[in-house]
């Protein structure tokens, strides 16, 4: 799924941020017309990459992964690879 953050846009808005060094606040592309500056996604204002999807756009769902394997089970089988092992 996208990620909820940064709408999969990649890139976090900064708190009172700048014009971007990059477009000057124009959101184009410096070389390439028609194309959204690569820096501030289009933007305009300096941004960050994405922490909750780090830079991804995609959010990793990590609470269907705690669900479908318990920590209970998780734990037995490590004992149980230790167990072998010796
Ligand atoms: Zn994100
Ligand atoms: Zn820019």
């Known amino acids: 799924m996208l990620c909820t953050t940064c709408a ?3 890139v ?3 708190e009172n941020a700048d014009k971007c060094p990059k ?10 017309v028609g ?7 289009g933007t305009g204002v300096q941004s960050i990459s994405c922490k909750t999807c780090n830079g991804d756009g ?3 769902n ?5 669900v479908t394997i ?7 089988m ?5 167990d072998k092992g010796h």
Request: charge should be positive; include cysteine; aromatic fraction near 2%.
């Open 8 to 10: 999969g846009k990649k």
């Open 12 to 14: 976090q808005k900064v």
């Open 23 to 32: 477009c000057y606040g124009t959101g184009e592309h410096s070389d390439v």
């Open 35 to 41: 194309e959204i500056c690569v820096q501030c996604m």
């Open 58 to 60: 995609i959010q990793q």
């Open 62 to 66: 990590t609470m269907t992964l705690s």
């Open 70 to 76: 318990p920590k209970s089970v998780d734990t037995g």
């Open 78 to 82: 490590l004992l149980r690879i230790r």
